[in-house]
C-alpha cells in the first residue's frame, strides 16, 4: 500500500500541474491579447492576478511543487523526472478537447514518441 501512495505524488504533482496549464490558458484566452504599452501590460497583468480562478492556477503550482518534493524523497530524480513529461501528453490532449485546439499528425507522433520514452525509462 505504501508504494502506492509513493506513485500518488507523482500522480498529484502530474494532475495539479495539467490543472494549472489548462485553467491558466482558459483564462488567460478570455481576456484577450497582452497589450502593447509597459503601462497597460503591467496593469493587464495584475488584472489576470485578481482572477480568483487564474489565482487557483498558480496555487495548483505550488500544491504540485510540494507533490514533487514528497516525491523525491521516494524516487530517484532519474526515475521520477520522465514521468513529468506525461504533462505533454495529457495537456495536449486536453487542450485539444477542451480548449479546441488543433490535434495534428506531427504532434500525436511527438505525443507517442514521448510515452515510449517514458515507458522506456520507467523500466530502468
Known sequence: MSRYMDYSYLAATIGLTVYGQMILKW???????LP??????LKFLLLLLLDPIIFSGFLAAFLA????????TKF???YAYPFMSLNFVIVL??????LSES??????????????????????
Do not use: P
Open 93 to 98: 490532449l486536453l487542450s485539444c478537447w477542451l
Open 103 to 124: 490535434f495534428t499528425t506531427e504532434k500525436m507522433l511527438g505525443v507517442t514518441l514521448i510515452m515510449i520514452g517514458t515507458m522506456i525509462v520507467a523500466r530502468g
Open 27 to 33: 483564462r488567460i484566452s478570455e481576456y484577450g491579447a
Open 65 to 72: 511543487s510540494l507533490a514533487w518534493m514528497a516525491a523525491m
Open 76 to 78: 530517484d530524480l532519474s
Open 36 to 41: 502593447e504599452g509597459a503601462v497597460e501590460k
